[in-house]
Nanobody, 118 residues
Framework: QMQFVESGGGLAQAGGSLNLSCQTSGNIFSLYSVGWYRHTTGNQRALVAAITNDGGTTYDESVKGRFAISRDDAKNTVSLQMLNLKSEDTAVYYC????????????WGPGTQVTVSS
């Protein structure tokens, strides 16, 4: 099974920035939309940003204007630039194919922890 591996998380101060990266294997990455999700204790995993296979992007209102998603199909990677971080951005961040998530067949990687101190 193909799995995503996330990296780049850490501790940041409010107003600071982090860059997350996610890589997967296989040869289907370029064919599908891919998204970044975040999960906090007691809540469901939520989609915060997605990018289509032709580069179209969508963002949750809570991160619009602060986060930027990008992809490199040659490297099977998707990145998330996080600016002007807020304490409410604290979460474990994951990437996956939204189609697989909606279809209930997504395989999740280990995620990367982002902690924002105020």
């Amino acid at each position: 099974q193909m799995q995503f591996v996330e990296s780049g998380g850490g501790l940041a101060q409010a107003g600071g920035s982090l860059n997350l990266s996610c890589q997967t294997s296989g040869n289907i990455f370029s064919l599908y939309s891919v998204g970044w999700y975040r999960h906090t204790t007691g809540n469901q995993r939520a989609l915060v940003a997605a990018i289509t296979n032709d580069g179209g992007t969508t963002y949750d209102e809570s991160v619009k204007g602060r986060f930027a998603i990008s992809r490199d199909d040659a490297k099977n990677t998707v990145s998330l630039q996080m600016l002007n971080l807020k304490s409410e951005d604290t979460a474990v961040y994951y990437c996956n194919y939204p189609g697989a998530v909606i279809g209930g067949v997504a395989h999740w990687g280990p995620g990367t922890q982002v902690t924002v101190s105020s």
